[in-house]
């Protein structure tokens, strides 16, 4: 019996858009990105077997590179992650009924893209700033200190807990520092939920090209005044995946 095979579907794009011959998409072997085009859009996609499952790390690599790669060229609406259908008939039919309002999306988008700033706290630095600035923590602490798990726990459990709401209190006022700090730099931007329970900052921006270095130098100066006690990473340009979920496709 032949092996069933649908179109895996990575973003939309403007309808001249091609794929540069090394482009390579999802799967084991990776897939051939090719375009199927519908009047003014087209999607990128590549074949894949129906009856395997896509998810291995390798597979979100592949995706997120082929649409980090086309937005340093052109815009692209990307597609939510997993999304595959029967064929080029509907890939076509999809991009037919909605046709004009991802072409007015892919114009709002035209030489704009995301950036993601994350910071996570230096977890002894975090603890001591805590400790400085809660004497009910830093009494707890002198309790639990250089005696056994076993005959603190009650005191090391209330100060974790203490520990976490300073974080959570800390994280709040570090994120609208951070859209306040940015936002006017660029043309959207909003607080993404953490990834870890030390995470500091965690937010995404839609930055315009004509604003690009003023933004990052906005996040280095954001940066260096936490110096010691938040490292920070700044992932960019990238496709806008924060900032199309009114245009992408369901699975």
Aim: charged content about 30%; hydrophobic content about 40%.
């Amino acid at each position: 019996m032949a092996e069933e095979r649908g179109l895996f579907i990575y973003g939309i794009v403007p309808s001249d858009v091609e794929p540069t011959p090394d482009a390579s998409g999802v799967g084991d072997p990776p897939g051939e990105v090719t375009v199927v085009r519908q009047g003014r859009v087209a999607a990128l996609v590549s074949e894949v077997s129906l009856e395997a499952a896509l998810g291995r790390p390798a597979d979100l690599t592949a995706y997120e590179e082929l649409l980090d790669g086309t937005a340093a060229v052109a815009p692209v609406l990307p597609v939510r992650f997993g999304t595959v259908v029967t064929g080029p008939d509907a890939v076509a039919d999809l991009l037919d009924a909605h046709g004009d309002r991802f072409a007015e999306a892919l114009d709002e988008l035209e030489g704009r893209f995301e950036y993601i700033v994350h910071g996570r706290y230096e977890e002894s630095a975090l603890v001591q700033g805590v400790l400085e600035d809660n004497p009910a923590a830093a009494d707890l602490a002198d309790q639990v200190r250089g005696r056994p798990e076993e005959e603190t726990r009650e005191q090391r459990i209330r100060l974790g807990e203490i520990i976490s709401q300073a974080v959570e209190l800390r994280r709040e006022a570090e994120n609208r520092e951070l859209l306040d700090l940015l936002g006017p730099l660029a043309v959207s931007g909003l607080a993404r939920p953490p990834s870890n329970e030390l995470d500091a900052v965690h937010a995404a921006f839609l930055v315009d090209e004509d604003s690009e270095d003023e933004f990052v130098d906005a996040v280095e100066e954001f940066a260096e005044q936490r110096r010691g006690l938040v490292r920070m990473r700044l992932r960019g340009p990238l496709a806008p995946y924060d900032f199309v979920s009114a245009h992408q496709l369901a699975g």
